[in-house]
């Protein structure tokens, strides 16, 4: 006889551990699993490379759905340092704020933080797209290679930092702008994937609210003139 | 034939002077490859005491002396289990030529120890021929993905490197060939930057937790190692104990780079010998020493080398420059294409410049077409079966039947400063200086 795959499957973090609830999602026999009482633990749902939908109710700790690769993860609550770090495809959704480094060095995939994120957001992005309903903190976008991250509130400073080919797009204001970051104009194909961005993430700015930023390629080079951008 | 007469400025030499004029000329630092090129307290400073009437040599041909080491097994699942202690240290693709990576695995595989990626990501060339293969998680996170973490055997959270520590990377452009560009998904063509701080986390608690989650990510199977280049080694040993390492490596500031500034090279950090006792101290303080293994590079040539720095109390080292070498670098039959790039055989140091006749720290085709894989391969084996070798006929005369057995009492020292940095006595004396006697 034939066995049924379970639709769903709770995983109470209160009794059972972190340990318990990865294995499970890296060999997962639901397609869909909500973890009750996180109380803050860290590595939740940290490598899940199958299509599964994790819906988190509650606080998050460090590197929650890290390098995330396929799955629909959800914290119902905020989340601690270096949420969806190093995401490979999937979503994760954050319907509070998420602490530093979210969404750093991805490669792919969406992170939406409906809250704000703190420093380093988007840190060394490799293709990731990022969206943070609120603020970003300091450090945003340091050394970003490749995505783009859009906040619809303000921007701490040195946003982009040494970027790369990252897009950044932001709402509200610019504490200020880190080295070889630039303003740049928005075109109308910058309008159009922002407006994809925005809905995908469930929000219903005007893209034309939104500034542009990215690389003035000045330092793709190391060269003694640029000595004061070091 | 130079006038005897002319005397050379020992603070102002050849080397400085030209030094000056370069800087003037260019107005940019010296960037290069290799080490630590200045004379410094070394193995060569080390002898063993043989066996006689006190101590029970092995006989050379006839008794064991084993070399075999497990690494990782304080939390993994599946730890490493090498045949031999001395392992291919970190060294990226795009530093090195896909051929020179395969090459590097292939011997290391052949006398079954293990190959380690760097800054750049895994290549299929590099898993394929790499029976045992530590996969790097550097601060650039350049290729880092969870499939090629799962095909790993070990993973090595990398702090810093000992040519380097507190820095940063640079690939200069010309090395950004297509593929590697695509691997750092970057431009092809621009500087690459490697970050000297890890993105994700700032300091040893941080550290903690993030050693867990590559764990988790990876379902409790491999051993994660921690490497720190050699500067406060006693305290950041401890730490990377503290924060859950398995191994710990430890890298002098004779270990290699790719591409570093000169200024950093010779002025930034310590010597392996300076860093390996008080790594042992660290270890045995928490009581972990054999149980979180150590490995030490920086400079490893020899078999001798590799002897002295288990007899320190190591559990493996690493090769890097010297692997390097074996295959082909700074090999005489290139001396005339040394020369026209402006250096010569035994002094080839531009790592970073992409113009290596030998093949090896290059993206050009044609050149990276010289260095064959298998050849190399056999090379790479042959050399770290002399090492071996080299290494079992210490520890016998020392009567030792297993590298690991060698211990300090094994050793004297020919300078104050390397009894003093490795805290064996001068030789002839009872004398370690600055242990109170």
Redesign the interface.
Request: without cysteine; aromatic residues 6%; charged residues 30%.
């Given at each position: 006889m034939a066995t049924v795959t379970p639709v769903s499957s709770k995983v109470d973090l209160s009794t059972s551990s972190v340990r318990a609830l990865n294995a499970e999602l890296h060999e997962p026999a639901a397609e869909a699993y909500e973890v009750l009482h996180p109380q803050g633990a860290h590595a939740i749902a940290a490598g899940v490379h199958h299509p599964v939908t994790v819906d988190i109710r509650g606080h998050a700790g460090y590197y929650c759905a890290g390098m995330n690769d396929g799955g629909t993860i959800t914290v119902h609550g905020s989340a601690g340092t270096g949420v969806a770090e190093n995401m490979m495809s999937g979503t994760v959704r954050v319907h509070g704020d998420a602490s530093q480094s979210a969404g750093a060095t991805g490669h792919g995939g969406l992170l939406v933080v409906s809250g704000s994120a703190s420093m380093r957001c988007g840190i060394s992005m490799k293709g990731i797209d990022i969206v943070v309903g609120g603020d970003i903190g300091p450090m945003s976008a340091f050394m970003a290679q490749a995505g783009r991250l859009v906040v619809c509130g303000d921007a701490g400073d040195a946003l982009g930092d040494s970027i790369y080919e990252a897009r950044i797009y932001v709402r509200g204001k610019v504490n200020s702008l880190g080295a070889d970051c630039v303003e740049k104009p928005m075109r109308a194909e910058h309008l159009s994937e922002l407006a994809g961005l925005l809905g995908a993430a469930g929000l219903d700015h005007d893209p034309a609210d939104f500034r542009r930023y990215g690389s003035a390629r000045k330092l793709y080079h190391f060269a003694a003139h640029n000595s004061d951008s070091y | 034939m130079t006038n005897p007469a002319l005397r050379e400025s020992a603070t102002f030499d050849r080397a400085t002077i030209a030094g000056i004029q370069r800087a003037a000329e260019?107005?940019?630092y010296d960037i290069r490859g290799w080490g630590a090129k200045r004379p410094l307290p070394h193995f060569d400073d080390l002898l063993f005491l043989g066996a006689s009437m006190s101590r029970y040599p092995l006989e050379g041909y006839r008794e064991r002396c084993d070399t075999d080491v497990v690494l990782g097994d304080r939390h993994a699942k599946f730890p490493l289990h090498l045949d031999i202690p001395i392992t291919i240290a970190g060294m990226s693709f795009g530093a090195l030529s896909a051929q020179a990576k395969e090459a590097l695995g292939r011997g290391a595989s052949e006398v079954g120890t293990s190959t380690t990626t760097g800054d750049g990501g895994m290549t299929p060339e590099e898993r394929g021929q790499s029976k045992h293969l530590v996969y790097q998680y550097l601060p650039?996170?350049y290729g880092?993905?969870?499939?090629d973490?799962r095909k790993a055997d070990a993973i090595e959270v990398v702090l810093g490197q000992g040519a380097k520590p507190g820095g940063g990377g640079?690939l200069?452009?010309q090395k950004i060939s297509e593929r590697v560009a695509g691997m750092?998904?970057?431009?092809a063509g621009?500087?690459q930057?490697s970050?000297c701080r890890h993105?994700?986390?700032t300091g040893p608690d941080?550290l903690t937790?993030?050693i867990?989650?590559l764990r988790?990510?990876?379902?409790?199977e491999k051993p994660v190692y921690v490497k720190v280049g050699a500067t406060r080694t006693y305290y950041d040993v401890k730490l990377a104990v503290a924060a859950g390492a398995d191994v710990v490596v430890v890298d002098g500031m004779q270990g290699g780079t790719a591409a570093t500034q000169d200024v950093f090279i010779e002025h930034v950090g310590i010597p392996t010998l300076a860093a390996i006792p008080q790594a042992v101290q660290a270890l045995q303080e928490l009581g972990v020493h054999r149980k979180v293994q150590l490995i030490v590079s920086g400079g490893i040539r020899t078999g001798a080398d590799v002897a002295k720095a288990m007899a320190l109390g190591a559990d493996a080292v690493a090769i890097g420059t010297a692997a390097l070498i074996a295959l082909g670098d700074n090999h005489p039959r290139y001396a005339d294409e040394y020369e026209k790039i402006g250096s010569a055989a035994g002094f080839y140091d531009d790592f970073q410049d992409g113009r290596d006749p030998a093949g090896i720290t290059t993206q050009d085709p044609e050149l990276a077409a010289r260095l064959d894989p298998v050849e190399g391969g056999r090379r790479i084996a042959n050399y770290l079966r002399v090492l071996t070798l080299e290494a079992q006929t210490l520890a016998r005369a020392c009567g030792k039947a297993h590298l690991r057995n060698l211990e300090p009492e094994d050793l004297v020292a020919l300078t104050i400063e390397a009894a003093a940095m490795a805290r064996v006595p001068l030789a002839g004396t009872d004398w370690i200086p600055g242990n109170g006697r």
């Open positions: - | 260019t107005g940019v650039s996170r880092m993905n969870p499939t973490l640079m200069l452009g750092r998904t970057l431009p621009i500087d930057r970050a993105p994700d986390w941080d937790i993030k867990v989650e988790e990510i990876t379902d409790w």
